[in-house]
């Protein structure tokens, strides 16, 4: 017998609620990581102008939120097709919310973005990393990923990931 699954994950727009909450959350730990203190409100609205999250929705992306038994939003992800890379999507904004830490969600939220960049045409599922993420670094070398060159299309990482999906189309 299989356990119950914990979360449920399912797409949500980028602009819905969860997501949104979501979203500010996640750069408000990634400013207060970089910046080392939290950020203002100004801060935070001016990173969410700079990197707005509409890529990631149909049809070029798509937001997975998860959810607690209760409904509660628990941890996203987000995942992009790189026009600039054909046949590649990109990894974006996985978040886990604190007390969801250490339980799996991370992994949960990888392979369903995984399975999502696949469902949009991607073979490659590419990220990039920032230094004071070490938890993304040990998710992603623990799933499979290389480090790699910079590819076409990303931000301002310090360092990039990838890995060949299986599954893809043809196969």
């Keep these: 017998m299989s356990p119950v699954p914990r979360w449920d994950v399912r797409p949500e727009p980028p602009d819905g609620p969860q997501a949104r909450e979501l979203l500010h959350e ?9 910046l080392g203190r939290p950020a203002n409100e100004a801060e935070l609205a001016r990173h969410l102008r700079r990197e707005p999250p509409e890529d990631l929705a149909p049809p070029r992306g798509l937001l997975l939120v998860a959810t607690a038994p209760e409904g509660a939003p628990a941890g996203c992800v987000g995942v992009r097709r790189l026009p600039e890379a054909p046949g590649s999507a990109e990894l974006r904004r996985l978040y886990v919310r604190p007390e969801e830490r250490g ?4 992994r949960l939220l990888l392979g369903s973005a995984e399975e999502a960049a696949v469902r949009l045409g991607a073979r490659r599922m590419v990220a990039e990393h920032h230094t004071l993420l070490t938890e993304a670094r040990a998710l992603w070398l623990g799933h499979g990923y290389r480090e790699t060159a910079p590819y076409p299309g990303h931000g301002q990482g310090e360092s990039w990931f990838a890995r060949e999906l299986s599954g893809s189309p043809g196969e």
């Excluded at 996640?26 to 970089?34: D, F, G, K, P, S």
Aim: proline share 0%; aromatic share 8%; no cysteine.
């Design 26 to 34: 996640y750069v408000a730990e990634l400013a207060r990581r970089t």
């Design 103 to 106: 339980l799996g969600l991370g």
